[in-house]
């Protein structure tokens, strides 16, 4: 048998080479095939035992918001934060004694007679009425039934009377702090110093008197008979003509239905209101102007 001649040496060198070139090639191949997929995301809830909690970074404490006054009673008004009618470094104020004040009234354009009776009581408790009449026909009449104190009046109930009989009324709860009415559903939180439709005359005058400062202001809570509770801010207006030493007050107009209200008050008379008007008295408004006292 013939014998081959050996390889030279750079022969088996380069057949080395390709072996291990395609040794290589092969194994890449083999682990880019045989490499494990990316694991889809686990909860950590499923990898924690049952009874382990897992305690998180507690997140920054917030400004908390400016409290607002809530009412006493769920899904009724809340009224503002009001001042008390005196305040506590403030003396008492004072009220007139008991009198019947006699007014003459115009109305609608026509002339009638007012009479307001004054009645402060020895036990703290007041009555405060107003009978109106025009001709011979009686206008219903307003009451005010409360107690008297250090803040002034501080009214329980009030009505509009017709034939001697409440028609409708509001009832200021002082224990329960809230004010209702008859004729409507609404029921508001009792601001401090809160009057009804009659009280305020007094009130204010006790108020004014108590601090008279020229080119003052005053605020009063106010309650109507329709379920409304407002806030009256009364401002002294320059004398007229037609003032003679009397300090006029003024409430502008709280909307389009409103007519606001000028008042009167007389310093030798203990402030007591000797003059008011709310709106036109030749058409819809009216006006009561002192005619004498009996005390």
Do not use: C
């Not at 022969?11 to 990316?38: C, I, M, Q």
């Not at 029921?187 to 080119?215: I, K, T, Y």
């Amino acid at each position: 048998m013939p014998i081959r001649p050996a390889l030279p040496r750079a022969a088996w060198l380069a057949l080395a080479a390709s072996v291990l070139a395609h040794a290589v090639l092969l194994g890449g191949e083999r682990t880019r095939v045989d490499a494990p997929r990316p694991a889809q995301a686990v909860s950590i809830a499923r990898l924690l035992p049952p009874t382990v909690s897992v305690a998180l970074p507690e997140p920054a404490a917030a400004t908390p918001p400016t409290a607002r006054p809530r009412s006493t009673h769920p899904g009724k008004l809340a009224a503002p934060q009001a001042v008390d009618a005196a305040a506590a470094d403030s003396p008492p104020l004072r009220l007139a004694g008991p009198a019947a004040w006699r007014y003459r009234l115009r109305q609608g354009g026509q002339d009638g007679e007012a009479l307001l009776d004054w009645q402060p009581q020895p036990d703290g408790r007041y009555s405060l009425r107003l009978s109106r009449r025009i001709g011979d026909r009686a206008l219903p009449a307003w009451e005010s039934l409360g107690r008297t104190g250090g803040t002034g009046l501080a009214p329980e109930r009030f009505a509009l009377q017709r034939d001697g009989r409440d028609r409708q009324a509001v009832n200021f709860d002082a224990d329960g702090r809230r004010v209702s009415f008859s004729a409507s559903p609404a029921q508001h939180a009792l601001p401090d110093g809160a009057q009804d439709r009659l009280s305020w005359w007094l009130q204010l005058a006790a108020l004014v008197q108590a601090a008279p400062a020229p080119g003052g202001r005053w605020r009063i809570w106010v309650a109507g008979l329709r379920g409304e509770l407002r806030e009256w801010t009364f401002e002294a207006v320059d004398a007229g003509p037609n003032d003679a030493g009397m300090i006029h007050l003024r409430r502008q107009s709280l909307g389009p239905y409103d007519p606001g209200i000028d008042l009167w008050l007389d310093p030798a008379r203990g402030y007591w209101p000797v003059r008011l008007r709310q709106g036109d008295p030749e058409t819809r408004g009216y006006e009561i102007t002192l005619v004498d006292v009996n005390s």
